[in-house]
């Protein structure tokens, strides 16, 4: 089949920004991409690694790429609610009050260390997620588009984190789990600190915005025209209704879920430069769009059941669609 009609452009731009960030990050391709298809469906992606694998660097490598406005929220246990949505502030010399932006009015918004702040915080990030809006005295404001939360965190077993509620973990369209590097990797991020690297200095490395609010938009009405087939989201469907099934799981995917797998195979086969998605497709994000989704019953825990098993046991079970 032949490729997506007037998308070159916005492609071309796409794989400039992986080139901007390749400058910097090393390594690290498919917390890349997940990142690139998160922006393509207007989704949010959190980042889980132990630190010092560049989490932080993506996203600041990424927002430095693109001709958008961001913002960094270092989150804190002592954050409040207001300190991310803004909040209503009396001037004295009108004797009125006036609405203060919080950091969460803009395009990307790097949430840093998301789960060292308490519940009731991470909350604050609920509606903007979900809705693209904040609610302040119950008058909504539209956050600007693009609107894209990219939040790095601890592995939850870390002293002082507070594991996200599943009702935050699914506002997350994918999570991306960034591994310590190979040796080889390893050892070309050390050569580039021994010549002078300063992670802190993008601008140093030649990081120079190279996409904007257009582009990605282009990119994102293009991927919305990728055909997927009747089978293939009778295929995502049967996926969802099979973790609902496990026995291991007290929680399987939702609807949002099975949506959310169809929205990033959409991405993902476009990327691939094709115009229709494949089960090839579907399975390559299955676990980043639905593991975190998932929770595992207390008898499973103790037995040491991990959540990927039980979701490719999930996927060996349903037929796969020719």
Same mark, same amino acid.
């Given at each position: 089949m032949s490729d997506l009609p007037a998308d070159q452009s916005a492609r071309a731009a796409l794989t400039a920004v992986r080139a901007e960030v390749s400058k910097v990050v090393v390594g690290q391709d498919a917390a890349v991409t997940g990142v690139l298809i998160a922006l393509l469906s207007g989704g949010h992606v959190l980042l889980e690694g132990v630190p010092g694998v560049a989490k932080t660097l993506l996203v600041r490598t990424l927002a430095a790429a693109l001709s958008v406005k961001a913002k960094r929220v270092q989150f804190t246990p002592d954050l409040m609610p207001g300190d991310l949505t803004g909040s209503l502030v009396f001037e004295r010399r009108t004797g009125e009050f006036t609405f203060r932006e919080g950091p969460v009015f803009t395009n990307l918004l790097l949430a840093d260390e998301i789960n060292r702040t308490p519940p009731k915080t991470q909350a604050a990030l609920l509606e903007a997620m979900q809705e693209r809006q904040v609610s302040v005295e119950g008058e909504p404001r539209p956050l600007p588009d693009p609107f894209l939360v990219a939040a790095?965190?601890?592995?939850?077993?870390?002293?002082?984190?507070?594991?996200?509620?599943?009702?935050?973990?699914?506002?997350?369209?994918?999570?991306?789990?960034?591994?310590?590097?190979?040796?080889?990797?390893?050892?070309?991020?050390?050569?580039?600190? !021994?010549?002078?690297?300063?992670?802190?200095?993008?601008?140093? /490395?030649?990081?120079?915005?190279?996409?904007?609010?257009?582009?990605? !938009?282009?990119?994102?009405? /293009?991927?919305?025209?990728?055909?997927?087939?009747?089978?293939?989201?009778?295929?995502?469907?049967?996926? @969802?209704? !099979?973790?609902?099934?496990?026995? *291991?799981?007290?929680?399987?995917?939702?609807?949002?879920? @099975?949506?959310?797998?169809?929205?990033? *195979?959409?991405?993902?086969?476009?990327l691939n430069e094709r115009s229709y998605v494949t089960p090839d497709d579907v399975k390559a994000l299955a676990h980043a769009t639905l593991a975190h989704r998932l929770s595992l019953r207390p008898e499973a825990e103790l037995e040491g059941v991990g959540v990927g098993a039980v979701l490719d046991s999930a996927l060996g079970s349903v037929p796969v669609p020719r």
């Open positions: 790095t965190q601890n592995p939850v077993e870390y002293e002082g984190t507070y594991p996200l509620p599943e009702a935050q973990l699914d506002r997350f369209l994918l999570k991306l789990v960034l591994p310590v590097p190979p040796r080889a990797e390893e050892v070309e991020v050390l050569r580039r600190h !021994a010549h002078g690297f300063d992670p802190r200095d993008l601008t140093t /490395a030649g990081v120079t915005p190279v996409a904007g609010a257009a582009d990605l !938009a282009a990119a994102a009405a /293009a991927v919305r025209t990728v055909d997927i087939a009747p089978d293939v989201i009778g295929y995502i469907v049967d996926i @969802a209704r !099979a973790t609902r099934r496990s026995p *291991s799981l007290s929680l399987g995917v939702s609807p949002r879920g @099975a949506t959310a797998l169809m929205a990033t *195979s959409r991405a993902w086969a476009w």
